[in-house]
């Protein structure tokens, strides 16, 4: 499992648990107020409609009496009466939520004002637990009650909640009913909108956190990734890769370290492999000496009789093609062998205080007459007042002709070459082979420098060899850019004085 995977698994459920949490004690602290609320608003309703019921009642009374000052007789009792149905039909038509309604009973349990039952006993009524309410009401005459009751038609009995209130003028009780479950049906709502905007809340609020975490973990894990990327680069053989180091946290301290021990192994391995090219130069260097005294002066003795043999023919003679050739390869054998002994006992340079320009000015005039230059122009471009440079003037004219050469080999079909010296950084000077030949295929770039390795068809491999080696022995540095089809440029980089050789 990738480290994001695990942050996303291990935080997530830290972001998230908290705010279910918070949410749903905020939904239950919210439905519990609503319950409290409504029930409250429900009861108080039940009060104001007794308090108003008994209201209703005294003002009657006060108006009967009135009448009873003013008026007499039959008049009097048809003006009561009118008077009081007015009342009782007022009493009637008020409505407690969809169901609920108003009732009046005297101490006997009779009916005095209900919708349907009006004039009916009812103080031995029970409710669904057998329980006889009438009576605890007419003996409390003032208080709330509840019980379970059952219509027709309802399947199981519903909980009914009474306010009553009593009325001593007349010593009726006032009662007002409704079922529980009417006045609940708005906290019941509520408690499904509370339900859902929870669900909603925790769904919107878990979907940023899980964003917001994963972008979290995202930039957290990226200078992980690209440090990983980077030590399988490494793992690779790729020493040039290296860790990008971004603030001063622990991560860009451990980039840090990795990149100072790429650099370490990096080190570590151009000394092996000075140290291993040193092996082959010393082993080189007894091979040469051998190969010196046991080839050379049979090579001599051949390429001498063979010289005297085709100065005694004519060039028509048939044999003549043959010596020749003998002549022609012996030469070459023994050019192979001083190259040899060339690169096996380079000696140490005679450095003096050298016009670096003055010198490339005399080597260009004489490779430019040379049969591998044919159709090559040569282009130099010597920056003014270079300083001069510590070297051995005889070491890099043999680099330069050898530079220069090369290059004419990679345009036998004529091109131009441009030869420029400039100053370099840290005290140094800078000169360049640039020409227009074939290029050099990536694959033997890294090669190119190798004793005994060449892309030509008669080269010994050893040239290049040798012009590194002596480069080195300055204290200086050559490198080779090249893409084939397109040219190759050649920069030897030089230290100015014997501060640069210490």
Partial sequence: MKLRSKLLLLVLPLVITPIIVVALVTGFIANQKAYLGITQTSKDDLQHMADFTIDLLRSYDKQYQDY????????ENELASQAFAALKAK????RVGKTGYIYCIDRSGTLKIHPEAEGRNIIDAKDSDGNPFIREMVENKSGWIRYPWENVGDQKPRMKIVRYEYFPTWDWIVAVGSYEDEFYKEANAI???IFLSTLVLIGVVGFLATLFVFYASTVATNPITHMIETIRKVKRGDMQARMEVVGSDELAEMATAFNHMTDIIQRNQEMESTLAQQGKMAS???????????INN????I????????GKLSPDDPHYKYIHEIKRESKRCKKIVQDLLSYARTPRPTLEMTDLNELLTEIVEFAANHTDMRGVTIKPEFEANLPRVLLDGDQLRQVAINLILNAGGAMPEGGTLQIRTEAGPERTVKISFQDTGCGIPRESLEKIFEPFYTTKARGTGLGLAITRQIVEMHHGDITIES????GTTVT?????DHEELA
């Fill in 91 to 94: 009493i009637k038509n008020k």
């Fill in 191 to 193: 408690k499904s909108h």
């Fill in 492 to 496: 030897v980089i030089l230290p100015i």
């Fill in 68 to 75: 009873r000052q003013e008026i007499s007789g039959n008049l």
């Fill in 298 to 301: 049979p090579l001599g003795v």
């Fill in 303 to 310: 390429l001498g009789y063979a010289a005297y043999l085709e």
């Fill in 483 to 486: 893409e084939a089809g397109k």
């Fill in 284 to 294: 080189l260097g007894v091979l040469s000496s051998g190969v010196a005294h046991e």
